[in-house]
């Protein structure tokens, strides 16, 4: 996968999450649907966030750094 291709699935689960959190919304409110809009909301401005930032791309001068585990 690419990064291009990464960003791309990115943007297609917040459209998606989107659409989830505004049907929430119109649903009766109970305290369960309102914890499960709140941690789906902090997922769905997560995402728009790292939307926001765009694909992840390296500078041309970046060295690839090895992640440990």
């Known amino acids: 996968m690419t990064e291009q291709e990464l960003y791309e699935r990115v943007v297609s689960v917040r459209e998606v999450i989107d659409t989830l ?32 930032g765009g694909a992840p791309v390296h500078e041309p001068c970046e060295e690839p750094h090895l992640l440990e585990n």
């Open 21 to 52: 959190v505004g049907v929430a919304l119109e649903m009766p409110a109970t305290i369960e649907l309102c914890v499960f809009t709140g941690k789906l909301s902090a997922a769905l401005d997560i995402l728009m966030v790292l939307e926001g």
